[in-house]
């Protein structure tokens, strides 16, 4: 009876562990659920999951932390997003491996509806991610910092 209660114990301990990001996040995958920062406010906005589709990276709104917010939608995007839900809109595609961080990619801003070219690259071990919006080159962007959830 010990050795069954032993070898349960264990079971519900590593299910917890390998089910919770916390303890089985890679430190360096961007892919994760990540705690979005306003770059001009320095308050949390949103969480952003960000997954792995092939070999790119997408993300997508998983959750809006102003309630007054959770409802709205993307009245200045354009095309297939004009009006939809910008919870559960992906607002990041394209990303692939390169360098030290992830380019290539496109970030979709719902205030303004407009998509920029974007990169990104983990920082403080994995626990945050510089994410850079730029039109052009890089130099003529802004980043926001995005804390791992």
Known sequence: MKFLYTF??????????VTNPAFSADMTSAVGDWLTIDDKTGKPKSVVRIS?????LRGSVLKIIDPADRDAVC???????????????????????????????????????????AKMALTAGGKKLNVR???GI??????????RQ
């Open 8 to 17: 349960l114990s264990s079971f519900l301990l590593m299910s917890i562990l």
């Open 52 to 56: 792995q589709v092939g070999k790119e």
């Open 75 to 117: 009245e200045k995007c354009k095309s297939s997003n004009k009006d939809k839900p910008i919870m559960g809109m992906v607002i990041l595609w394209g990303l692939k491996k390169g360098g030290d961080g992830w380019t290539g990619g496109t970030i979709l801003d719902p205030e303004n509806g407009k998509s920029y070219k």
């Open 133 to 135: 919006g730029f039109i």
């Open 138 to 147: 890089s130099l003529m962007g802004r980043t926001q910092t995005w804390v």
